[in-house]
């Protein structure tokens, strides 16, 4: 059972920054996809920035301005998220598969004010 756990959300002004990391209960070498997603009230769930193997995505709205990243020696992978607005609050979920199950973080909440 893979097990992941989020850390580093919290109340930012506007232009702020914050890193989010995500530990995994295990080597996260053979990992192909881990992935941040959020969800704001009110709004479905989406994908914020994915690895995938050597290459990185990120939706549009964060492009520039969030990078994700993996530290193999820590079984962590981190969203970096730069010049935040207030649209950028959400609650923050790390995500993962292997073996062909799904696996989710609880969630962090990252609030950023005006």
């Known amino acids: 059972q893979l097990q992941l756990v989020e850390s580093g959300g919290g109340l930012v002004q506007a232009g702020g920054s914050l890193r989010l990391s995500c530990a995994a209960s295990?080597?996260?070498?053979?990992?192909?996809?881990m992935a941040w997603h959020r969800q704001a009230p009110g709004k479905e769930r989406e994908l914020v920035a994915l690895?995938?193997?050597?290459?990185?995505t990120y939706t549009d709205s964060v492009k520039g301005r969030f990078t994700i990243s993996r530290d193999v020696a820590k079984n962590t992978v981190n969203l970096q998220m730069n010049s935040l607005k207030p649209e950028d609050t959400a609650v923050y979920y790390c995500?993962?598969?292997?073996?062909?199950?799904?696996?989710w973080g609880q969630g962090i909440q990252v609030t950023v004010s005006p």
């Open positions: 690895s995938r193997g050597g290459s990185t």
């Open positions: 995500y993962t598969n292997s073996g062909g199950l799904s696996y």
């Open positions: 295990r080597s996260i070498i053979m990992l192909n996809v």
